[in-house]
């Protein structure tokens, strides 16, 4: 049987360390051509060199910050004037910072914002250029939990929300071009993944809240995660399309898309406040 990405172009933003080193692993070990990007030159010649020792075709290894357009565009240029094609694209670049939400700078709203919600947009973007030309490919958005809301990490919450409206945006523009759009919600035991656990505490107790640590299972390698990224950038995954598929180690689970419940009637008139809070309060019961 052939390895699932035989033949497949895919780029892989972040792959320095980590969850994306582990990403750019496995999709090697499934047989993908990649081209790998992180803003740390060191480790990303760390990445090239153990790639380079357990796959066919020695990876590209391309510097810089994807907040730059330019840095983007040539990721997308070079796997395209290497392999003719872009295949696939894991959005997974992205960096983190704790503080409470009123303690927050504009240097440091305009840096998050600029990495994790342009440069995924950026890549995003001029990937869906060249596969919507060749009407096929696959982009996996890598997502947090921290949409949900996670005391300490606001900022990165609220980029991820972008990175996860991103998946079904995309996904519903290009759903008759071929291009598939589905983002992964990883839990792993990595540095990012630390700085998540440990942004705050709910109470004496020490019971951690948020939806990026519920039932967790944090202990795991980003290894076992990486699996899940290569089958959504592979054939297998023909079928799925604008969905945010969260593992954490003891259960894969969908997650839901943002629907209403059934409401209630308004009447004609306009509602003083007290209807309003009347209506309300028979939704929430």
């Known amino acids: 049987m052939p390895a699932a990405l035989a033949e497949k172009a895919i780029i892989v933003t972040g792959a320095g360390y980590g969850l994306g080193r582990a990403y750019a692993q496995k999709i090697a070990a499934e047989g993908g051509a990649l081209v790998i990007n992180d803003i740390d030159q060191d480790r990303l010649e760390e990445t090239e060199t153990i790639l380079s ?45 704790v503080a409470p939400c009123w303690d927050e700078s504009e240097d440091s ?57 991103m998946v079904y945006g995309w996904a519903a523009e290009t759903e008759s071009s071929g291009v598939r759009v589905n983002a992964v919600m990883p839990v792993a035991a990595t540095g990012m993944g630390e700085q998540l656990q440990s942004s705050h505490h709910n109470g004496d107790d020490g019971q951690r809240v948020g939806a990026a640590t519920a039932d967790a299972h944090v202990e795991q ?9 290569a089958y959504l950038l592979s054939d297998l995954a023909r079928d799925i399309n604008a969905h945010i598929i969260r593992h954490d ?34 939704l929430r019961s």
């Open 249 to 282: 180690g003891a259960r894969l689970s969908i997650a839901t898309r943002m629907s209403w419940d059934q409401g209630v009637a308004l009447p004609d008139e306009s509602l003083d406040l007290d209807e309003i809070d009347e209506l309300i309060t028979s």
């Open 109 to 165: 709203l305009r840096n998050i914002v600029d990495v994790n919600v342009l440069g995924s947009m950026f890549c995003g973007t001029l990937a869906l250029r060249s596969m919507v030309k060749h009407g096929s490919g696959s982009i996996v958005n890598i997502c947090s939990g921290a949409l949900g809301g996670l005391p300490g990490v606001t900022s990165y919450g609220v980029t991820k929300g972008a990175v996860a409206s």
């Open 53 to 97: 020792q357990n796959c066919a075709v020695p990876p590209i290894g391309i510097a810089g910050s994807i907040a730059d357009w330019e840095m983007a565009r040539e990721l997308i240029v070079r796997c395209e004037s290497e392999y003719g094609r872009v295949d696939g694209l894991v959005n997974n670049a992205g960096i983190i910072h």
């Open 221 to 229: 390698s980003p290894a076992q995660v990486a699996p899940l990224v």
